[in-house]
Every structure is written in C-alpha cells, then in structure tokens.
C-alpha cells in the first residue's frame, strides 16, 4: 500500500447560513491555504442527505458543475453521521491502492432550512424502522443510553453537564464553532428537556457547514497512520450493551492495527459528542479509561486543554455544531491543525490524534490516527 | 406473544428470516408477555406526526429478547420495572404490574 498524506484542510464557520450546500463547501476549499488545487484525480463528498435537507440529488456532479472541474470522476458518499470520514475513508484507499496520486474530499451538510420537527423526522430515518415507529428519536435513544449509564456507574445529572461546560469552553476558542459562549451546568439544566434525562444542551445542534481536505501521495508533514471502520445492529434492542458500543471499539482497534499505534500513543482525540452521555462512552470505548471512569478524567481535567489527553479541543459536536454529513472531516481539520501547531488559542501539545466519527446511533463508525512526520 | 429464535441462543423481537447475530435461519416461537424495564425516557420533542409526551421503555422479555416498548402510564417508569407486554396496532406496549 502507498502511504497517504494531508497536504490541506479548511473548513467554513458552522451555525445557520444563508449560503447553499454547493457554496459553503467551495467557501471550505478556497479557505485551504496552499495554492495548488489542481490536477485532482477523483472528488469524494461525504453529506448524509443533501436530497432532503436541501433538495438536490446527483449532488457529486452538481459539485463538479459548481466548482469547474469539470470530467474529474466524483462520488457522493452517505454514511449517516460518519459521511465525512467515510468519504476521507475512501480517498484514503484510493490513494493507499496505488490508482490515484491526488483527491479532494468535502463533506458538509445544510440543515437549517427546515423547521426543527422536519429535521427530526429526516434524522429518525437512521434509526431502525419499527424502533422509530413509536416515536423514538436520535434523541431519545441517547437518552435511553444515559440513563442506564448514570444507573450502572453512578453518574449524576450534574456530572454528565460537565461535559458540556468543557466543550463549549473549548469552542470559545474556536473561530469556526457555532456556539463560542460558556456554559454552566445550570445553563444545560435549565435548558429545555428533549428526553429525559437529556436537555437541549445535552444535545448537539442542527447547523450548516463544509470542511475540504485534500490527500496526496506526495510526502507532506501530516500522514494518515490508519483507519479502522466497523458496524453494529441497527436496532438499539440488538445491542449487546448498553453503554458501551462494539462498532466503536472494534472500529479503534482496527485503526489502532493498521497504524501500528496503541491508546497510550495517542495525544489529542476529537471524539463524535452528539450528545453529552458519548462524551463519557466513547473515550471509554476508545480505550482510555475503563468503562464508568471517563468523568473521573474529565473532573480531574485530563482531557481538557491543559490535560494528558485533551479530548475535543475544537469544542466537539456541542459547540462546534453538528451539520451531519461534515462533521467527520470538522475532525481532521481540528486534529491537522493541532499537529501543526496552527491551533491558534486551542493549541495543544501533540504529535499523534485519532478521530472518532458516528454513523446512526452508534452503530457505523470510523476512527482515523494521523501523525506528525 | 412471538419472536424469533436462533439456534445460536438469540432471540430477536418480530419476524425475521435471518439471525442479526449469526446469519443462521430464525424461527419463530411464542413466548411469554412478562418484561422487566432496562431503561426508559420520556420523549418531548417528537417528530412530526407524533404527540408529546411519549414514554419510551427498552425491556427484557422473560426469554430474552429486549424490546422497545411505548409506556402509557408515567407511573409504571423505572429501572428494574415489572410488567406485561401487549400489541397494537403495529406497536408494543408496556404496562407496569399492580
């Protein structure tokens, strides 16, 4: 296999925009600082459902169209939530096999533009068809998860809105994250209550946005070292655990495999918070911390910005936004830009992160290792 | 009430041709209705279509298979939680024991 490198990424503030789906993600590759955005092999666009939200189909040749590249082979790629990383997966293996020397992948999604009970019903489509028969929601699945977590290793409500309070802290930090204001664990309690036990800002948002990335097999300072991907049951009432996810531990130890890197390697982590309980579950799942312990880290301040292994310094999914099909790419962007000290007031210090992205409720995942060389 | 059950010791609520953890043909079998309440919320932004509040209850059927349940009564809500199981129109629900 080739090696595969990151010459680039950009990416567009997340929040409400006016822009359309096709506009933000060129706004996402003209924000790509190097001057060679020539000679692309093949385009990979992660979104999730560009037909729904916005309207549109055969959305991989409305780009070309869009962004003049025109005969450049492109494919859009739907992966739920992971639509991002899973269309970077797939650049990644292009170049890996040999066939391509140079890809551009942009992921985005546009959400906004629907009311809220619209996009709820487009999000409750990942989940298993009779499960969403009764209501169910992303969010209350979640909540089904907290709840039994919180009963299993003791978390408390108060606890579980640290998690909040530390990625919107972070976001402040961050000029493209939707929400850049700190919250208090009051805040997330006297926020609106989705499912119970979770509030509004337990809940990651309904936003816009585009990231660009472009893989090369040219050396560069930023290498992928590996990615694992890995599926579960559908259905929540499949799942031989309830608070903790076999697609995300068997997805890292695949990554973990191929790049030759353990846990303990890594050294910043952006991990899919789509709600606050995930926070907790997936560092855990990650391999971390053991199962109920990822508050204690939290508390202590491990993974803040300042700890052993800050986790979403970007602000995460809670402060950055959540525009579906973007947010695995949102990840490599943040992780490229903390290896090459390009950070800004998020700096951290790290050689080694890893991406943790969702597709459905927990259920497709891809975890991706890059590295400093 | 029926689920389907696989010789690999899984059962799995309503009809299904193909065990989900094996691969393995599934049959059908009739089991009881008794249920105990893993974990439950209570949904108050719904989709459209649907009215708030909804009780969602994630059970443990007597043999085995877990169960997404609506729950009528807010009472009946609770970890560890007793109750029956019926079917209507297209859905299950909970009812906690007296």
């Not at chain 2, 877990?66 to 939680?81: M, S, T």
Request: aromatic share 8%; net charge neutral.
């Amino acid at each position: 296999m080739s090696k595969v490198y990151i010459s680039d990424v950009g990416m567009t503030k997340f929040g409400k925009r006016k822009e359309s789906l096709q506009t933000l993600m060129y706004e996402a590759y003209t924000n790509m600082m190097i001057s060679d955005k020539s000679d692309f092999d093949a385009i990979f666009i992660g979104s999730m459902n560009p037909d729904e939200f916005v309207g549109d189909s055969n959305f991989a040749t409305l780009i070309v169209d869009h962004f003049g590249l025109y005969q450049t082979p492109s494919v859009r790629i739907d992966n739920a939530p992971a639509s991002g990383s899973a269309a970077f997966e797939q650049a990644y293996f292009s170049i890996a096999s040999g066939q391509y020397k140079k890809v551009l992948v942009l992921a985005g999604e546009k959400m906004s533009g629907l009311p809220t009970s619209i996009a709820t019903k487009i999000l409750s489509k990942l989940i298993d068809p009779y499960e969403r028969s009764t209501g169910a929601t992303m969010p209350a699945l979640a909540a089904l998860v907290t709840r039994r977590y919180m009963h299993n290793y003791g978390l408390s409500r108060d606890n579980l809105a640290l998690a909040a309070v530390k990625n919107h802290r972070n976001g402040t930090l961050n000029p493209y994250a939707q929400f850049q204001k700190e919250i208090t664990v009051d805040d997330v309690l006297k926020s609106k209550m989705i499912a119970d036990p979770l509030h509004l800002y337990d809940c990651a948002s309904i936003a816009d946005g585009a990231c660009a990335a472009i893989l090369t097999s040219k050396e560069t300072d930023i290498r992928v070292s590996g990615i694992g991907h890995a599926t579960d049951y559908l259905s929540l009432q499949y799942r031989v655990s309830l608070t903790s996810f076999n697609a995300t531990k068997l997805a890292a130890k695949r990554a973990y495999e191929r790049a030759h890197k353990t846990p303990k390697d890594i050294d910043v982590v952006e991990v899919h918070d789509a709600f606050t309980i995930l926070e907790f579950v997936n560092p855990e799942d990650l391999g971390f911390f053991k199962p109920g312990e990822g508050i204690i880290a939290l508390v202590k301040g491990k993974t803040g910005l300042n700890g052993d292994l800050p986790i979403n310094p970007s602000g995460g999914l809670k402060a950055r936004g959540h525009p579906v099909g973007a947010t695995g790419l949102a990840q490599i962007c943040e992780i490229v830009w903390q290896l090459r000290g390009e950070a800004g007031k998020r700096q951290v210090s790290a050689d080694i992160g890893l991406c943790h992205n969702i597709g459905g409720f927990v259920n497709n995942n891809i975890v991706t290792i890059l590295e400093s060389c | 009430m029926q689920v389907s059950s696989c010789k690999c010791g899984k059962k799995v609520p309503f009809k299904r041709e193909i065990c989900p953890y094996c691969g393995k043909t599934m049959t059908f079998v009739e089991i009881g209705n008794n249920a105990e309440i893993l974990t439950y919320t209570t949904l108050f932004t719904v989709p459209e279509g649907f009215d708030a509040p909804i009780n969602l209850v994630l059970v443990e059927l007597e043999n085995g298979a877990n169960l997404l349940c609506v729950c009528k009564n807010e009472k009946d809500l609770g970890i560890g939680k007793k109750g029956k199981v019926t079917y209507k129109d297209n859905k299950y629900y909970f009812l906690g024991n007296k």
